[in-house]
């Protein structure tokens, strides 16, 4: 009898061992990634690229508005909220490998310029992403192998592997000041099934570690902002049912609707489309008043903010130059203040204002975007188009 509890005590202490051992590698991976602050000037620049959604001979308008949008903002961190590749890539690719060298050389694409420009960055996936045939857990590889690559989320597959927190310190170092959650909203979940909802699951994996965050930061809720690819439900008690007729209308399952002024601001070109299920995910987040904003992508025209119960809903257009979009094409910058980090500030930047107005950057914009063939072939200027394709 002694003997066998003796083993139980050494079967206890072994796994004990075991379980701070890998406590401490996982501290150690933490800590391997960039550590985020409010600079020296109290302030936290975060830019927002929505489905960037090109192929591995990405549109070099898009390469180069990305770029000069660095230069110019500068931002402390990128986040790409899904999209990042277009879905089906690797359809006439053949081998797998094949298939794998496109999307590597897609995602190699978006996120060497940030690496050489020392830039941290930030993925959750879209619904598109994983329609290539490359798994999320191979994409997550490639993107890690940038020393600048913060988050994705090893220990709890059952939320989505893109849904992760990033903390940020404030300038000092001394304390967590803010928290960025970024949340799977769409793709195939590790049985393979198809879903666009955020799950039950990541809905508690939140309210969990909100309160671990609270606790941590003396009982005051820790601001932040949540990014994701699909819009939640909700973005519709945003918008005005209309009549047909009514200027500026858009339509979405035959319904009518405009932004409502007296709740939001900025440009509705097409009808939102939103989570297939509502867990309840924007109720959790209005309940505590934590979280600034929800950020989305998706609607890749779309670009405006609106508040709902105390919590703001914004919408970022689309970069991609291969798939569909509009003169909103660019990036959202959001600057938050150690001050007071419960505002934000938050501005587009289209194409235009990034790159300027000059002939080639008109021309360029012409040849490259995806809905301006008609235009492209009214001109007749194909030769044009090896400047820019």
């Known amino acids: 009898m002694k003997n066998g509890f003796k083993k139980i005590l050494c079967a206890l202490l072994a796994l004990t061992l075991l379980a701070s051992s890998c406590a401490a590698l996982m501290a150690q991976a933490r800590e391997a990634e960039p550590v985020l602050k409010f600079g020296d000037d109290g302030k936290f620049t975060i830019m927002h690229v929505a489905d960037p959604q ?3 001979n990405p549109r070099k308008a898009m390469l180069e508005m990305l770029a000069a949008a660095y230069d110019k903002v500068q931002p402390d961190l990128v986040v790409f909220t899904g999209d990042n590749i277009l879905g089906k890539i690797g359809d006439s690719a053949g081998t797998y490998a094949r298939k794998y060298a496109r999307v590597e050389a ?3 694409a978006i ?16 619904n598109h992403d994983d329609q290539c045939g490359i798994s999320k857990l191979e994409q997550i590889k490639i993107y890690r192998r940038y020393a600048n690559c913060i ?13 992760f927190n990033i903390p940020i310190l404030s300038s000092d170092g001394s304390r967590t000041a803010y928290n960025i959650w970024m949340m799977e909203s ?15 699951a990541a809905i508690e994996w939140y309210r969990q570690t909100r309160a671990l965050l609270q606790a941590h930061n003396g009982g005051q809720p820790v601001n932040s902002l949540m990014f994701q690819h699909i819009p939640v439900p909700e973005t519709y008690e945003l918008l005005t049912k209309v009549q047909k007729t009514t200027p500026g209308a858009v339509e979405k399952d035959g319904a009518y609707y405009v932004l409502n002024t007296a709740l939001a601001r900025g440009s509705l070109c097409e009808g939102p489309c939103v989570t297939q299920a509502n867990f309840g995910q924007f109720d959790a987040v209005a309940a505590r008043g934590d979280v600034s904003a929800l950020v989305f992508g998706h609607d890749h025209v779309n670009s405006f903010t609106g508040t709902l119960r105390g919590v703001d809903l914004v919408q970022t257009p689309g970069a991609s130059f291969r798939s569909y979009g509009n003169q909103n094409r660019g990036v959202r910058v959001f600057v938050i203040d150690e001050k007071d980090t419960s505002a934000y500030q938050t501005y587009t930047l289209d194409f235009f204002d990034i790159m300027g107005t000059s002939l080639r950057t008109k021309l360029m914009f012409i040849f ?4 301006k063939i008609p235009l492209r072939i009214a001109v007749c200027l194909f030769p044009l188009t090896m400047l820019f394709i």
């Not at 996120?111 to 879209?126: E, H, K, M």
């Not at 490259?368 to 809905?371: G, K, P, R």
């Open 54 to 56: 090109d192929n591995e």
């Open 106 to 108: 897609a995602l190699d």
């Open 111 to 126: 996120i060497a310029p940030l690496a050489q420009r020392n830039i941290p960055f930030a993925v959750t996936f879209g």
């Open 151 to 163: 988050g994705f989320n090893d220990t709890n597959p059952s939320i989505g592997r893109s849904t």
């Open 186 to 200: 769409a793709g195939k979940d590790e049985s393979g099934a198809y879903f666009e909802y955020i799950s039950p």
């Open 368 to 371: 490259t975007a995806d809905e």
